[in-house]
């Protein structure tokens, strides 16, 4: 049997009664105690992991003192609270029950005895001085790994001198200068130490070589293709309208043509989806970023749009969305530099930084302002990936222009060039030079209905002036003079208020017309007329299309950047011998009438000869929807500027050579028993290969024997061995960097190789050389593919 001392008993029941809410404060600071012991502990633990960062290790190793205080000072708190009872047990001695108390005993009396409680207070007081004690080893401990760990991550966070990474420890010079000029540097953990600089330098760009300590299994292990979808064609256009957006005119314009020509562009999907058969073709993804339009480069065609201003880029940009969208391709449309920043992955800061993910499209499609905009934003990423970028450039970049160590040297550089991108990438308007890919646009097609109708309601004396700006025709009055006293003369110039003083009292205004209706003016009209501006646009072709002639004007000399204001600063030499010179070089008479403007008999005697002149509607069919189908396709399918370059064809550099001179001996063809390179685009089976009279351009060269420069044939007809076999010896051959080689030079038999693939040009010429050209075929109405192209 166990006895208590009553005395003792009745202090414990008493100190229990007055202390209940004491005791809820100290299992509660018990609680906490666990709570920071696991949180410290795991902290301290977790810091020793070798594969973590040095920043973390830094961090959590400075909170080591801090956690050994608190624990000192919560084991001090308790035996203090154990000094305290014993006090107030000491003051129960000496003092009676208070009389509300007693009416707690009886529960009081059924706990265990009081003293097993403060034999408890007395051991948590004892374990947390015991877990400082150990904390504190551990601590010490962890200094002393740290330490060593720190310095030998010290000794590997030198800048290598590794031959693989030759610019490395330059650039971890200029990080320690500036690292902090891009707060995308520290979105990537750059903090300023040696280890973070090399770390950025080897795992998010790429001039250092891997960090051994480092975990390299993310970085090395590359996300995993997703599986091709084959790509589909589509008739319905009300998803693409969706994605082209709102809120700007220059969108609206684009969606209402879009919207117009849907069952064109669906006719021209079947027809094709039947030429092409079972061809797999793999669904690209594509991003549209149309810079023009982005507020960051002014956006000045939108509020023209209203206003007569050019329509030509939103013409050739709606019908590119339509034909990328009908060809069954993953589209994603972007107007503004938030958009564009968000779809590529851009981190944050000045746009010095790569992508934070892989570029997730296969092809890019933009203009010279979305192509500026992206280098400012891609850092890095954007060499990496500008093989993927297609440039909208209406007027075209010569190779000489494009390459940029090139055009500093020889006074080719200019605002919109040196990109050095290949040539190819550039996608023109019209086909003004092979080195360029031709893109186009699409002017709407008649059917017989619509072709008969348009015969029977022209009227003979009617003429429509080509410009919607009075600019435009200021100082014409001579030329309008001459052509009232045979036509009724009507123009589209816009006016706010009142007629434009510009526009004679006899001509016929009608303002700014929508699409539609200007369509259905120049189906009434005989005649179209330009005035020397705008150069190359849409309307004349439209024009021609609904059964109207055109007439412009030829320029002597001709315009180009040497002479023009306009042309100043264009990334092309291109002489422009007429307004339109496709519609000049590739349509011409009956439809086309080139007249010098200077001479007034010569322009009255073309009015008098077109009024006489009978003409059917007409259309070159690679603006048409079907034809401009065919060319993307053929573009997606076959252009990969990403690729290695191919290796060269059997015979090339070798005893057998891949051309054989034609029967005539004037040119070269390729061997019908050489062997392509497979994939090869165009087949070099369709090469022609001739040596150009002095001062002759491959371009021109080319089209005298009814063919098109080729540039893509270049490399292999790139060697000693073709100029041999045109029967030029060469008395010496160099290497060197030009964009009119390879050539035979004038006087004598020097031979010029080509040092620079990027240089390959058909555009140039000059009376010191005459040129080595390649040529192809081309289909029938589709100059940019070869007979065997499709």
Sequence with gaps: MITVNPDGKIMVRRCLVTLRPFRLFVLGIGFFTLCFLMTSLGGQFSARRLGDSPFTIRTEVLGGPESRGVLRKMSDLLELMVKRMDTLTRLENSSGLHPEAREAHAAVDRMPPGAGLMERIQAIAQNVSDIAVKVDQILRHSLLLHSKVSEGRRDQCEAPSDPKFPDCAGKVEWMRARWTSDPCYAFFGVDGTECSFLIYLSEVEWFCPPLPWRNQSATRTAPRPLPRVQAVFRSNLSHLLELMGSGKESLIFMKKRTKRLTAQWATAAQRLA???????????????????????????????????????????????????YILGHSLRVTVSLKELQSNLGVPPGRGNCPLTMPLPFDLIYTDYHGLQQMKQHMGLSFKKYRCRIRVIDTFGTEPAYNHEEYATLHGYRTNWGYWNLNPKQFMTMFPHTPDNSFMGFVSEELNETEKQLIKGGKASNMAVVYGKEASIWKGKEKFLGILSKYMEIHGTVYYESQRPPEVPAFVKNHGLLPQPEFQQLLRKAKLFIGFGFPYEGPAPLEAIANGCVFLQSRFSPPRSSLNHE???????????????????????????????????????????????????????YEYTCGGMLERIHAYIQHQDFCAAPSPAPAGTGASQSPFV??????????????????????????????????????????????????????????????????????????????????????????????????????????????????????????????????
């Design 661 to 790: 001179l034609a029967p005539n001996a004037t040119h070269l063809e390729w061997a019908r028993n050489a062997s392509a390179v497979p994939g090869a685009w165009p087949p070099p089976h369709s090469l022609r290969a001739w040596l150009a009279a002095a001062g002759r351009a491959c371009t021109d060269a080319c089209l005298d024997h009814g063919l098109v420069c080729e540039p893509s044939f270049f490399p292999v007809l790139n060697s000693q061995e073709a100029f041999l076999q045109l029967q030029v010896p060469c008395e010496s051959t160099e290497w060197e960097m030009h964009h009119l080689y390879p050539a035979l030079a004038q006087p004598g038999q020097e031979c010029y190789l080509q040092k620079e693939p990027l240089l390959f040009s058909c555009a140039g010429s000059s009376t010191k050389y005459q040129r080595l050209c390649p040529c192809r075929d081309f289909l029938k109405g589709q100059v940019a593919l070869c007979q065997g192209c499709l």
């Design 566 to 620: 306009f042309f100043r600063g264009k990334p092309t030499s291109r002489e422009v011998f007429s307004q339109h010179p496709y519609a000049e070089n590739f349509i011409g008479k009956p439809h086309v009438w080139t007249v010098d403007y200077n001479n007034s008999e010569e322009f009255e005697a073309a009015i008098k000869a077109i009024m006489e002149t009978q003409v059917e509607p007409y259309l070159p």
């Design 274 to 324: 039947q030429k092409l058969g079972d061809i797999r073709r793999d669904q690209k993804q594509i991003l549209v970023h149309i810079g023009f339009l982005t507020e960051e480069s002014g956006d000045v065609f939108s509020p023209r749009v209203l206003k007569g201003g050019p329509l030509g880029e939103m013409v050739q940009w709606a019908d590119i969305l339509a034909a990328l």
